[in-house]
Nanobody, 119 residues
Framework: QVHLVESGGGLVQPGGSLRLACAAS????????MGWYRQAPGRQRELVAV???????NYADSVKGRFTISNDNAKNTVYLQMNNLKPEDTAVYYC?????????????WGQGTQVTVSS
C-alpha cells in the first residue's frame, strides 16, 4: 500500500505564496502520473497540475503561470509552488499518484491539505 502525505497548506493573503509537498511512502521514479488536484466546497474535484510519463505536464488553465509542479525523486516528493494566490484557489488540495499494473493502474490519493486564500 502506498501512502501519500501532503503538507504546506495554510492561510495566506491574496497575492501570497505557498509551497505544497507530497511525500510518498515509496519511490516515485516509476509512477505513470503524479500531481495535484483540488476540491472547493460545493465543487467537483479538479486537476491542478499533473505530470505523466507519456503526456508531460498538464496545468489547469486557471493556474497557468502561477503554479509550478516539480519533483525530487531522492526524497520521493512532489511539490506545488503556488504564487500570486487568489481567493478562488481556496480548496482542499490532494496529492495523486498512479502506477502501472497488469490489470489496471494503481491510483492513490493523499488525505488533503487545506489552502485558504483570504484577506
Amino acid at each position: 500500500q502506498v501512502h501519500l502525505v501532503e503538507s504546506g497548506g495554510g492561510l495566506v493573503q491574496p497575492g501570497g505564496s505557498l509551497r505544497l509537498a507530497c511525500a510518498a511512502s515509496t519511490n516515485i521514479f516509476s509512477v505513470s502520473a503524479m500531481g495535484w488536484y483540488r476540491q472547493a466546497p460545493g465543487r467537483q474535484r479538479e486537476l491542478v497540475a499533473v505530470f505523466s510519463s507519456v503526456g508531460g505536464t498538464n496545468y489547469a488553465d486557471s493556474v497557468k503561470g502561477r503554479f509550478t509542479i516539480s519533483n525530487d525523486n531522492a526524497k520521493n516528493t512532489v511539490y506545488l509552488q503556488m504564487n500570486n494566490l487568489k481567493p478562488e484557489d481556496t480548496a482542499v488540495y490532494y496529492c495523486y499518484a498512479e502506477w502501472p499494473a497488469p490489470d489496471r493502474p494503481l491510483a492513490y490519493w493523499g488525505q488533503g491539505t487545506q489552502v485558504t486564500v483570504s484577506s
